[in-house]
């Protein structure tokens, strides 16, 4: 509720207080003596202590409206239900009014409504006219201000409530911006007391802001603002907001900001701090550039609460600009804190949603329960439930999101409705049919609006499509059918193209054709996001040109930079620059998707194939970049930390540093890594000793030994065991053993000829043409033929180069066979 719409209620709580008997006992005055003195937490403590004695029924009731009087007060509304619901109370007139309060106080419009009405109804009732003022206040709040306009008409002519009244209906033409009836109504006030002067000036400012005077609002609201000793609280913070309403009106905002920020400078412990925040948040959100310095200096001043308040909309201010990190921090700073007024609870809300958003579902449903230990309003209290059951969607599980969302709609909940849209949603999810139609029936009979139905047909559509059910096409063409003039129809033309272009085999004509009557509906933002991304996959099915990709997928990461696809999509672009050897894009665009993508494996795999981009890179020092960034890969300790481990060693090899080679191969075979990767360093390892043979020829040795251990481990795959026996071969071909070399790459080939064997043909032609070779070199012609029948008979890519080998040997050697 405003601060205007709040000013008035006050002072309806010790108007009507009714004694059963005319005696008051002396107990009973001492305990009801601090509520006239504002201090109603004593008068519970008092009263309970009183209404648990042993007292007579008249008595008893006595007290116990005093109770249900003081419980209003000290805003323990709960309580006051609580006790007025004992059935020798609930049918009494004064009990219905508390009760009503309490309502009222708890924002619970509508219960507190047709309690009010029955106590108007009876004009000889004592309670008539409160209830009647009270009525016109939850019609106020209800958003219906003509029945509210009504009865407070008729007060306006009562003594008692006249000005009351006259100050109510001269708002409610200020919220129609009916600037003559309530300039009327405040002429015709007479109002007597200090507090309904000041508000008669208040609500005279805003009549002057209507009426774009700016000037003559700000000086009736300076006015106020000159003594705040004499002005209520109320009053005051609604002065101070006419002022920043009327510097907007001369356009000059930033010194409605300023006049918040100074009040805030000079009370940080007002009991307002929530709304003075809430409303310079408003006006930074309309700033292009808005000023941060106060946020921060309050921040760091330890005064209370306003540092908190501070943490939360700086928090607030941080993730509108997309500094997420540093917004999380000053949430949690204010989550630990130990000052936390029950407004925090918002603050709170909020650090939940943007953690729902980043996808810490468990964290943020633990921040919402935090919010609900600072007992928040009702209202609060329903978005807290509402956001808890949305995250437990997002998290998928479904059913538990349902069974919350089904909760809200229960209760009389502004969000009831939504709730129980979503639940159908939660439903349709977990495939229960039933459940869902159950709850369709439900808004159908609630009166839920066309889009509504709209919706919650769309999704149902969308769902089964997202699971392959056969009658998802039907179910979109249907929906198409029946709301051809919702906004989401071009959502359903995308899904259509989606299950054209997803088919077996592909039907891209009919995706084109449902893109473009998607792009002729008005596209939703969602539908034009899906189709940009779908229509980036068609063109890379259609082959060809990569070009019109590319350009489709910058397009995409240009406008939908925040989209779920993004990744996807980046990747998708950074594996054409690599395919088509652009090495630095391909590198830019991996790093990119990388930094934006720190805590999942898609991170992991950008970061290790950005240090492949670079690494096949001719930029200078791009080696030195490629094992930092695969050192960056290690430190993640992922599934790409032993091959990036081994691909530094083959970069340091490149930089002709052998020996830090060695030792990061020497890393790999001591780890935790798995087969294919120590097979490759200890591969990789036999390489290096190898290449120092030349200087070194004992390291020949040590070659061979490794390679030898290689291809003697019997689950070593066919393509690592002919790697390691070509290589041994041509160790023992540099250690002079030529007959040990060719028996060796012979075997490569009696191997591959086994009906076990999977066929592998790039190290058995490696082997086959160096035996060959050996043979040759030896004038062994019948042999090297027989080698070379081998090779062409195997049908791999160097058939034929065996092939021209074996006629040239044939024709210079006469070796025709007979």
């Known amino acids: 509720m405003s601060y205007i719409a709040r000013i008035g209620l006050i002072g309806l709580s010790i108007l009507f207080s009714q004694f059963a008997r005319a005696e008051i006992s002396a107990e009973l005055a001492e ?52 006790l007025l619901a004992d059935p020798r109370l609930r049918e009494l007139p004064w009990a219905k ?20 009405e029955q106590l108007e109804a009876d004009e000889t009732s004592s309670f008539h006219k409160a209830a009647t003022f009270g009525a016109a206040e939850m019609l106020r709040a209800l958003g219906r201000p003509d029945e509210a306009l009504t009865k407070f008409s008729v007060l306006a002519h009562d003594k008692e409530w006249a000005t009351r009244a006259q100050l109510r209906l001269a708002k409610l033409y200020i919220d129609k911006g009916d600037a003559t009836n309530a300039r009327r109504v405040l002429d015709a006030m007479q109002p007597e007391s200090a507090g309904e002067q000041n508000e008669r000036r208040l609500l005279g400012g805003r009549v002057e802001l209507i009426l774009q005077q700016p000037e003559k609002a700000m000086s009736l609201f300076e006015e106020l603002l000159k003594t705040p000793e004499n002005v209520a609280h109320a009053t005051l913070i609604a002065a101070l907001f006419g002022m920043v309403d009327a ?52 921040v760091r001043n330890p005064e209370q609460p306003r540092r908190t308040f501070a943490r939360w909309y700086l928090a607030r201010l941080e993730t509108r600009a997309g500094r997420r990190d540093r917004a999380r921090q ?11 007024p029950p407004e925090v609870a918002a603050a709170l809300l909020d ?123 039907q179910a979109l063409q249907q929906f198409i059918r029946d709301f051809p003039k919702n906004p989401r129809v071009s959502e359903a033309w995308v899904s259509l193209a989606e299950l054209a272009f997803h088919s077996r085999p592909p039907r891209i004509d009919e995706a084109r054709t449902n893109l473009a009557r998607a792009a002729d509906s008005k596209p939703t933002e969602a539908a034009t996001e899906r189709a940009d991304y779908l229509m980036i996959w068609i063109e890379d099915s259609a082959g060809g040109d990569e070009t019109k990709v590319v350009e489709l997928a910058k397009r995409f990461l240009e406008q939908h930079g925040a989209s779920q696809f993004a990744p996807e999509v980046r990747m998708k672009l950074a594996e054409i620059y690599y395919r088509r ?28 194939f950005a240090a492949e981009s670079a690494m096949s890179s001719m930029g200078e020092r791009s080696l030195d970049r490629a094992i930092v960034l695969f050192d960056q890969v290690v430190r993640l300790n992922g599934a790409l ?38 097979r490759e360093a200890l591969c990789g390892k036999g390489d290096i000793f190898f ?83 050996l043979l040759e070199d030896d004038s062994k012609w019948e042999s090297a033929v027989a080698v070379y029948e081998k090779l062409a008979a195997a049908g791999g890519s160097r058939s034929e180069e065996a092939r021209a080998r074996l006629n040239r040997l044939r024709l210079e050697h006469f070796l025709w066979a007979d």
Not at 275 to 292: C, G, Q, T
Not at 692 to 710: C, K, V
């Open 691 to 773: 290449e120092m043979g030349g200087s070194h020829p004992e390291n020949y040795q040590r070659a061979l030994e490794i390679y030898d251990q290689l291809a003697s481990d019997k689950n070593t795959p066919i393509h690592w065991r002919n790697q390691a026996l070509f290589k041994k071969a041509l160790c023992l071909e540099k250690k002079n053993d030529r007959p040990g070399a060719l028996a060796t790459f012979y075997k490569v080939l009696e191997d591959e000829a086994r009906p076990d064997q999977r066929s592998e043909l790039f190290w058995y032609y490696k082997a086959g043409f160096n035996a060959a070779r």
């Open 581 to 608: 050897q652009d090495f630095a894009n391909a590198q830019t665009q991996f790093e990119v998707l990388a930094r934006e993508n720190p805590d999942n494996p898609l991170g992991e795999n950008a970061l290790f």
């Open 247 to 298: 510097n907007v009106q001369l356009k000059t905002p930033d010194a409605g900001t300023d006049l918040i920020e100074d009040f805030i400078n000079r009370y940080p412990g007002d009991p307002d701090l929530s709304v003075l925040f809430a409303r310079l948040d408003e006006l930074y959100r309309a700033e292009r550039k808005p000023s941060r310095s106060d946020l921060e200096k309050w």
């Open 641 to 678: 930390r032993w091959p990036a481990r081994n691909e530094q060693a083959i970069i340091e090899r490149k930089l002709g540093k052998p020996q830090d080679a060695l030792v990061l191969y020497d890393e790999v075979l001591k780890s935790d890594a798995g087969p294919p990767e120590k």
């Open 330 to 340: 000053l949430f949690r700073d204010v989550r630990r804190t130990d000052v936390k």
């Open 351 to 473: 650090f939940a949603q943007l953690e729902a958003e980043d996808g810490r579902f468990d964290e943020a449903i633990a921040i919402l329960d935090d919010a609900r230990l600072l007992h928040p309003d009702r209202f609060l209290v329903d978005r807290i439930n509402l956001l808890t059951a949305k995250t437990q969607y997002l998290a998928k599980r479904f059913e538990v999101a349902a069974a919350g969302f089904e909760q809200v709609a229960r209760s009389d909940s502004p969000w009831a409705k939504v709730a129980l849209l979503n639940a159908s949603a939660g439903w349709l999810q977990l495939g229960d049919e039933q459940r869902f139609v159950a709850n369709y029936d439900k808004l159908q009979q609630q009166g839920v609006d066309e889009e509504s139905r709209a919706s919650l047909r769309l999704e149902e559509a969308l769902m089964k499509a997202s699971k392959g059910d056969n009658q998802a096409s």
């Open 97 to 116: 009014f508390w009760r009503a309060q309490a309502f009222a106080s708890l924002r619970r419009w509508a219960d507190a409504l047709p309690l009010y």
């Open 31 to 82: 305990a009801t003596n601090p509520l006239a003195e504002n201090v109603p937490e004593v008068a519970v403590a008092r009263l309970e202590a009183l209404l648990n004695k042993n007292l007579p029924d008249p008595e008893w009731r006595t007290v116990a409206e005093k109770l249900a009087e003081a419980h209003v007060d000290a805003k323990q509304e709960e309580a006051a239900l609580v």
